[in-house]
């Protein structure tokens, strides 16, 4: 499937937020990008800060359109806050339980280590990075996958215990999915009922 393979700090700068990680180039230039960035912009209308909300949550998982539609027509069905439930869902995605176990630095690593097989679920191999995890699911590094540099810079020093949702064996170099994150556990500055509100109309 396609994804965004361009300039990551444009995209940060035109949000005002670091949603791929750290960026230096977001904190020397805090404007939007683009010949007129630094100069008085008009103010958005309400469907266009709506549409940036939703633009700002499928760049920072990784999620194109009609992937992200679905997943909110899903969330719509079942019962419960849309909103929240949609965040679930997308934390839920292999690709971001990789990255919130400190497996991989971002979210479009940790898709690749999915996609070239280094990650197994409950002991098998999953090459699909939008692979909806399950609450007692057991997520971790393949056997001969341990030894890769990446994964073992990722790991070193990362801070396990972030994460309420997520228990990990350093033993193993395997985290177990306790069960679907809270909203206030979900550090993503996204306003979800913005969305909602966009495909409501």
Do not use: C
Not at 24 to 34: A, D, H, I, T, Y
Not at 35 to 41: E, V
Not at 80 to 89: A, H, R
Not at 103 to 119: C, E
């Amino acid at each position: 499937m396609a994804r965004y393979i361009g300039p990551k700090s444009r995209i940060a700068r035109r949000f005002g937020e670091p949603i791929f990680g750290a960026d230096k180039v977001l904190s020397k230039r805090n404007f939007p990008p683009g010949q007129h960035g630094n100069s008085r912009r008009r103010k958005s209308s309400e469907y266009g800060i709506m549409l940036a909300e939703k633009q700002k949550a499928k760049y920072t998982y990784g999620v194109l359109e009609k992937q992200f539609r679905i997943m909110f027509e899903k969330a719509s069905r079942m019962s419960g806050v849309t909103g929240e439930i949609l965040l679930q869902s997308l934390e839920s995605r292999l690709d971001n339980i990789v990255y919130r176990l400190g497996i991989a630095p971002t979210r479009a690593a940790a898709r690749q280590l999915v996609n070239h097989k280094h990650i197994v679920v409950d002991g098998k191999v999953v090459g699909i990075p939008s692979y909806s995890v399950k609450p007692g699911q057991i997520v971790g590094v393949r056997e001969r996958s341990k030894s890769l540099e990446t994964v073992q810079a990722a790991l070193a020093g990362f801070n396990h215990s972030k994460y309420p949702w997520l228990e990990w064996d350093e033993n193993q170099k395997s985290g177990k999915y306790l069960h679907k994150p809270e909203r206030a556990d979900i550090p993503e500055n996204i306003k979800e009922q913005l969305i909602v509100e966009l495909y409501s109309k």
